[in-house]
């Protein structure tokens, strides 16, 4: 696959950083995962957690500038917003999935660029 190493590399490390910062570590098996597979001529990578979850009232919200989840988040709210930017930049898109007590799943699904 080509791609830009740089804005890939940007959105998997801030979403695996908040998958392994949100895992539920009291759970018996706690989980951080990510997975990759083809998908059209690209790829779908999601990573994929067992952590707290976002409640339904603020998914709509996760990836605005500034917007933390939670008072304990310690970020500065950009995280997933800059992962939005890499990924639209790459000319792919972003699907999120979360339950509150059971986790959440980011999936990005990328074409592969052309090779220059």
Excluded: W
């Excluded at 080509?2 to 890939?8: M, S």
């Amino acid at each position: 696959m080509y791609t830009d190493e740089t804005l890939l590399s940007s959105a998997l490390q801030n979403l695996l950083d908040n998958a392994v910062k949100y895992k539920n570590t009291r759970a018996v098996l706690p989980y951080a995962m990510i997975e990759a597979h083809n998908h059209k001529e690209g790829v779908a990578i999601s990573i994929s957690d067992n952590g707290c979850g976002t409640p339904k009232e603020m998914q709509d919200k996760i990836f605005d500038m500034f917007f933390r989840g939670n008072e304990k988040s310690t970020g500065s709210g950009l995280g997933l917003y800059m992962v939005k930017k890499a990924v639209e930049k790459l000319n792919g898109d972003i699907d999120f999935t979360s339950e509150v007590g059971v986790g959440s799943v980011f999936t990005l699904y990328l074409p592969s660029l052309k090779q220059i």
